[in-house]
């Protein structure tokens, strides 16, 4: 599942768990049913049945064809972790339909990842965790979530209003252009 707006009527999970660097909206948006943990609580061979992961995403490739599918490769940041400084990337996959439906995701933005796959790492760098997240079973929940400042979203609401003005200007046009066939038949038909 993808969604766009994190602002959803899901209740706060662990209250405890707070960081500078997450907005409330994204902590709300975790599923009830899940608890928040930090990319420092993630050991292979353990089940992530019920827990979810917040990231901000540093890097994000491009969907790839597989040869039984679609990948789309991302390097996600703890967006809980109050060690903001020195903070390892990890990387999720996304495989198949998750890639397919992973176009709300952009960089700088949010993701939680419930319900998810752990394994080691087959390749990583210095700043990587030595660990990788599989999106792909169908328990598996994946959610997006932009970060908005407040000039963001007063461009947004300027782009809206323009907008707005464009579609009355475009209905305008059609009630005229409707008003010149009728003007036209009636010509005709006399």
Avoid: W
Avoid at 22 to 41: E, M, R
Avoid at 60 to 75: D, E, S, T
Avoid at 103 to 111: K, S
Avoid at 132 to 139: D, G, I
Wanted: aromatic content about 4%; glycine content about 4%; some cysteine.
């Amino acid at each position: 599942m993808v969604v766009k707006n994190m602002a959803q009527n899901f209740r706060v999970n662990n209250e405890k768990i707070h960081s500078n660097r997450c907005p409330s909206t994204v902590l709300n948006a975790v599923p009830s049913n899940c608890t928040q943990i930090t990319f420092a609580d993630l050991k292979i061979g353990e089940s992530y049945k019920d827990k979810a992961i917040i990231g901000k995403i540093g890097q994000l490739n491009p969907i790839g064809k597989r040869a039984n599918g679609y990948i789309r490769k991302l390097l996600i940041t703890d967006a809980l972790s109050k060690d903001q400084e020195n903070q390892k990337q990890l990387t999720v996959f996304l495989l198949d339909q998750y890639a397919r439906d992973s176009n709300a995701a952009e960089l700088e933005g949010y993701i939680i990842i419930a319900n998810f796959l752990l394994e080691k790492s087959t390749l990583n760098k210095n700043n990587e965790l030595p660990l990788q997240v599989l999106v792909k079973t169908e328990e598996c929940q994946v959610l997006f979530g932009r970060k908005c400042s407040s000039s963001e979203s007063k461009s947004s609401n300027n782009k809206k209003s323009t907008k707005k003005k464009d579609l009355s200007c475009d209905e305008n046009a059609v009630d005229e252009q409707g008003l010149q066939k009728k003007k036209k038949e009636n010509d005709e038909s006399h």
